[in-house]
């Protein structure tokens, strides 16, 4: 069982920046790939960006390639996602979420493809 555990979220102008961070319980955090998706008022979740195990490898919807970085620090159980550039569109909850069934190099970019995820992180941008 993994307890993730968001942070980071707030009110910012269009244009500027938020560090998202998702802070994992137990020893093997390592072993899971993590992801970010958001949901906004009204709309479906929506993937965002995923990392894999070891953090070689990393995947984006296109709306924010390019603004948004995703990485993680195994020795401090926690992932991040740095996000610029904002705009009001990036409006949502931010969740993060992991999986122990991705293989190494694998960044799960589907809701069903996670087993575990944290309660969301509210990010508003205002225009």
């Known amino acids: 069982q993994v307890q993730l555990v968001e942070s980071g979220g707030g009110l910012v102008q269009a244009g500027g920046s938020l560090r998202l961070s998702c802070a994992a319980s137990?020893?093997?955090?390592?072993?899971?790939?993590m992801g970010w998706f958001r949901q906004a008022p009204g709309k479906g979740r929506e993937f965002v960006a995923a990392i894999s195990r070891s953090g070689s490898s990393t995947s984006y919807v296109d709306s924010v390639k390019g603004r948004f970085t995703i990485s993680r620090d195994n020795a401090k159980n926690t992932v991040y996602l740095q996000t610029n550039s904002l705009k009001p569109e990036d409006t949502a909850v931010y969740y993060c979420?992991?999986?122990?069934?991705?293989?190494?190099?694998?960044?799960?970019?589907?809701?069903?493809?996670?087993?575990?995820w944290g309660q969301g992180t509210q990010v508003t941008v205002s225009s």
């Open positions: 979420a992991a999986t122990v069934r991705a293989s190494s190099y694998t960044t799960p970019r589907t809701g069903p493809g996670y087993d575990y």
């Open positions: 137990g020893r093997t955090f390592g072993s899971y790939a």
